[in-house]
């Protein structure tokens, strides 16, 4: 096989949401999970998933696996040649040969992006911004827009790891609907003080840029499991404080309150609870972007056919992606379900955070499935 990359240039590329059954593969995807297994008969066998940025693929490498198993790692992007067959109505790849190839430096082929353009979300941003009438917050808030090294990061961030905004430029897009919506909220009640609902919508994931590295997979960074972006964004907020004169102090201290409780409950890894109006209104507004986003993302990228989705094993449902027929509804009632829907139970409970998060809680975690 080839050693570098011409070969995605001479032809289209096969997007991991565009492989049918009976396709036939050879192209760059990343390893995002491996396993060595054994069949009954003593035979080993590979099982990978691969990825690029339109989704996830299961792939079974059946030989030459002692030679091949050791030229790679999870992490690592693969050229493989194969087929795509179906097991238990899922796309399978079976592999014939792979290859690591030479480097790759276009990280966009696995990594989504933003559909919004960076520039004009950055430019939206700071005209919001602009208008906070606050000094204190308008300086502490300016402190962080002319921090070129900040700005480089939280440009391109992702908002999560994997539920919501889990994209280059995720961050931004993520911070600049807050913001939004705090304006849209504080105009609509008159007891918020809105100035400080809006430096606290910017500064409440600052602490993603370093939560997050984000090379061809979005991962965690050692600061980012060990403390988690809400510690980080306080520790942030702390650094640009110490060199500026005069602040508030109580100021300092609700902002600093509202990074720590925005995930809104402990079980959602929030140190603190939401204490007064603010907080709590920033906990609802995060959650509602987030929710609004992670729901959409999964219903645009589910592969099902009809009118529901595959089983969504974070919120425990089937969701409606499409219009709802009588046919459609009576062979969705007749699917099994791999759980009992009728039982009434609180939306996010600890065992779905758990669910939602894995690994994530260990990394400082993303909360809730819609808190960010």
Not at 126 to 147: A, P
Not at 166 to 173: I, K, M, N, W
Not at 274 to 287: S, T, Y
Request: include cysteine.
């Amino acid at each position: 096989m080839t050693d570098d990359t011409s070969m995605t240039k001479e032809k289209t590329r096969l997007w991991i949401k565009d492989i049918k059954e009976n396709d036939r593969i050879h192209d760059l995807y990343l390893v995002k999970l491996k396993k060595r297994g054994v069949t009954r008969n003593g035979t080993p066998f590979l099982s990978l998933r691969l990825a690029d940025k339109t989704g996830e693929v299961e792939a079974k490498l059946w030989e030459r696996v002692d030679t091949l198993s050791p030229l790679f790692k999870e992490g690592d992007v693969l050229e493989v040649k194969g087929r795509a067959g179906t097991y238990r109505d899922e796309i399978q790849l079976t592999l014939s040969d792979l290859a690591v190839p030479g480097e790759v430096k276009d990280r966009t082929i696995f990594l989504e992006s933003s559909p919004r353009d960076t520039r004009e979300m950055m430019k939206a941003l700071k005209e919001i911004l602009k208008t906070l009438g606050n000094g204190h917050l308008r300086g502490l808030v300016d402190r962080f827009l002319s921090d070129r090294d900040f700005l480089a990061l939280f440009k391109e961030a992702p908002a999560a790891k994997g539920f919501h905004h889990a994209y280059l430029g995720g961050l931004l897009e993520h911070t600049l609907s807050v913001c939004r919506l705090a304006r849209v909220v504080s105009d609509h009640y008159e007891e918020l003080d809105g100035e400080l609902l809006l430096a606290g919508a910017f500064l409440h994931d600052v602490g993603k840029v370093r939560e997050f590295h984000f090379d061809r997979k979005i991962d965690y960074t050692g600061e980012g499991r060990l403390l988690g972006h809400l510690v980080l964004g306080v520790a942030m907020v702390e650094e640009k404080l110490s060199a500026m004169r005069g602040f508030p102090e109580e100021t300092a201290l609700k902002l600093k309150h509202m990074i720590l409780s925005h995930h809104g409950e402990y079980e959602f890894g929030s140190p603190r609870r939401p204490k007064f109006l603010e907080a709590f209104v920033l906990h609802i507004i995060d959650d509602l972007d987030a929710k609004v986003k992670g729901i959409s993302h999964f219903m645009e990228r589910d592969r099902r056919e009809g009118a529901w989705t595959e089983f969504n094993p974070i919120f425990e449902r089937y969701l409606l992606k499409g219009a709802l027929t009588e046919e459609l509804d009576r062979e969705f009632s007749e699917a099994a379900a791999p759980m009992d829907e009728g039982k009434q139970k609180v939306l996010f409970s600890s065992l779905m955070h758990e669910q939602a998060t894995g690994a994530d809680r260990e990394g400082g975690g993303e909360g809730s499935p819609g808190t960010s």
